[in-house]
């Protein structure tokens, strides 16, 4: 009998071992799966949560922006620039405002929604209102511009199918005060008039048509514009035009050597958050959109170009003894010396006669270059768009070089005497006029020379001297040495020269030993009051009207007034 085998064989014992690691590995294996699926099962589950958690929280928001679907002419108003004054007040900024529009296919009962619509907004015309809704457009707007009780009383009404969108608004902190040098925007707040429409066809236009600037923080616009001294030319005008019972005015500041312009204004103005208003007939803006014959003022370019041709001097005389009569017409003057005078008398004294005499040896050819290299046979130029074209004669004879020599016959805009004007006392350089910051370097690079540097010595010298002893006595300033030049021109009413409505303007400058600013000052129709003896020429009001201006604007400008007595004659020394 065989025993029982206790242990099994070597052979069997390896096959044993051998299939152990087998098993184990497998059961590794098994655990390393169980565990990537866990992994890919808790990673899928957060992403839904995640996605899940989105999906409630826009369907429980309002966006600030809803989608909308504008047609072609509809658009959501953009965002402008703010503008500034040049010490960085703000002059034109947005605001954000709501607007209703409606969803006309998403709207349940037309009549019902009519009728809670026009509880809100009353002056909404219902007929209007039932064509929008009734149109099967996706979008329409129903109201733009409206206030947040407004909008608040129209949200409670929880009307189907009408929304409410976040919009751009301009607004004016200065109100009319800058308004013809800002200009206006429409409801889309794209700009229309003055420097708001010189931004969109510069630069902001092109920017709102790629459709950049929905809600974009837009680098502020700097102006050369001082808040302080526009607000205090225009009051000073305003109460000119008020004593003189004239029908407006206008005025500007500017720095001589950069042609930076430190005010402009011209009254009546208007409210520009009001666009309606500037689109009555007296609102223009009579220093660019207006052209006029500005009358004697005119002669201080007829003298300059005279001296300027080196042949003439302030001591050369010219017979001023009688008028001078062509054809049917007569030159004459307003205060007539009877006398020979030197372009000096003829200058502070303001006679046409001797002034026509001037013209008449420099030539016809030689009066039409001046005045073309002046600028003033082409429309001018600035970054407001308003411009008015020049009215020459179309055949220039002797007798046109005459009358245009004391300011008749010729009408100009008077920004462009203002242009012309600083280049008599700045040292001859014709300096174009801007609204935006312009360095003195830069200013040089643009300018041309009209005159030589002696003569403008001598127009300095001639203007302060009409101030000391000539016609606008009434603009001095102690301390500041103005000079200037006077004009009174009968107007031009159905093409005949009216005999009782005039343009009185003086074309200044300060302080005539350093001149810094050009001030030029209009009043259109002022009537003779008591107090001027019922005289109403230029010496009268604009003159005066320039001296209170001029007191208010030097210390804001940093002019510092020089108390020491100062001899005209000084001036002739002065070289550039």
Known sequence: MRMPRLFRSRSAERRFDAGKPAGRDRQAGDRQMRNRLMLA?????AIYLVIGGRLMMLATMTPDTPVVYLDPGQQVSHA??????????????????????????????????????????????????????????????????ITPT???????????????????????PAGAITSHVLGYVNIDNQGIAGFEKYLDSSWL?????????????????????????????????????????????????????????????SVPDFDPERPSEALQPDRINRMTTGVYELGSAFKAFTTAMALDTGRIGVDTTFDARSPIRVGRN????????????????????????????MALAVGVPGHQAFLKKLGFFDRLTTELPESGAPIIPQ??????????????????????????????????????PTFLP???????????????????????????????????????????????KTGT??????????????????????????????????LDEPQGIKETHGYRTSGWNVAPTARNIIARIAPILGVVPDMAPADPNELLSVSY
């Open 80 to 145: 402008r620039p703010d503008i500034l004054d040049r010490a960085g007040n703000v002059l034109a900024t947005d605001i954000n405002v709501p607007s209703v529009y409606a969803e006309p296919t998403k709207i349940i009962d037309v009549d019902e929604t009519i009728e809670d619509i026009t509880s809100v907004f009353p002056e909404l015309d219902a007929g209007d209102l039932r064509a929008k809704l009734t149109s099967g457009k996706q979008f329409v707007w129903v109201k733009r511009e």
């Open 489 to 522: 021109a009968e107007k031009v009413v159905n093409g005949r020269y009216s005999g009782n409505k005039v343009l009185t303007t003086f074309l200044s400058t300060f302080p005539t030993t350093d001149p810094k600013y050009l001030v030029f000052v209009m």
């Open 41 to 45: 099962m808790v990673a899928f589950s």
């Open 395 to 432: 055949r220039w004879k002797e007798v046109n070089t005459m009358t245009i020599a004391f300011g008749h016959g010729m009408s100009i805009a008077p920004l462009q005497a203002v242009e012309a004007g600083a280049a008599l006392v700045n040292g001859g350089q014709l300096i174009p």
């Open 330 to 357: 007569t030159i004459g003057d307003y205060h007539a010396q009877n006398r020979i005078m030197t372009v000096e008398d003829i200058y502070i004294h303001s006679s046409n006669i001797g002034t026509a005499r």
């Open 438 to 484: 312009r360095s003195a370097a830069d200013a040089r690079k643009l300018a041309r020379r009209v005159i030589e540097p002696q003569t403008s010595d001598k127009m300095r010298y001639l203007m302060r001297l009409n101030v000391v002893e000539g016609t606008a006595k009434k603009a001095d300033v102690p301390g500041y040495h103005v000079g200037g």
């Open 205 to 265: 236009g092109a920017l709102h048509e790629a459709g950049l600037a929905r809600n974009a923080a837009l680098e502020p616009v700097k102006l050369t514009i001082d808040l302080r001294a526009q607000h205090a030319m225009r009051d000073e005008l305003l109460a000119s035009m008020d004593k003189f019972k004239a029908t407006a005015a206008a005025g500007a500041i500017m720095d001589v050597h950069t042609g930076e312009l430190v005010a402009m204004v």
């Open 150 to 172: 407004q909008k608040s009383q129209l949200f409670g009404l929880g009307v189907p199918g009408v929304g409410f969108l976040e919009e751009n608004k301009r607004v004016y």
